[in-house]
């Protein structure tokens, strides 16, 4: 499963956001619209289907729980973490310990990022853009580096 696109939204006075048709369309029929919202790493929210949390979860429960900075990490993934669903308008709501990290604005974006959706407050999302792209022929090669082991990797 891979969400795809992104979308300009507006958050209302009750904390809801209205989900694209787009990407709704884009979710698991038999999730039946329900999902798990949470602070991501980087500085936004972020929606996994239920079945794409559950392998999360999996992958932070095989962290060695005695270790701080591992039990950090784990407790850093969970922040805000909140089971959503959709309402009739397909509207879910962000709770409010979760709106500060969008900086209070209404203006969200919703950016479809491989198996999650991610939850921008527009302007620091412009921002994050801006510094992101400054070095991105670096990070290319990076990425093209790590690719390129993996590859390597498989053949063997």
Known sequence: MAFRGQYDCTMD??????MPAALRKQF??????????????????????????????????KLNQFDPALRQFASAMMIGLTEVQFDNADRFL????????????????????????QIWDAAKLEQYNN????NIKELAQEAASYIDKLEAKEKQ
């Open 131 to 134: 510094g992101g792209l400054a």
């Open 94 to 117: 962000v709770q409010r310990s979760l709106t500060k990290y969008l900086g209070g604005s209404k203006d969200v974006v919703l950016l479809g990022r491989f198996n999650r959706i």
């Open 13 to 18: 006075d009750k904390g809801r956001i209205k």
């Open 28 to 61: 698991p029929a038999e999730e039946k619209g329900a999902f798990m919202i949470a602070k991501d790493i980087e500085d936004c929210l972020v929606i996994y289907p239920m079945k794409e949390w559950e392998e999360q979860e999996a992958k932070l429960m």
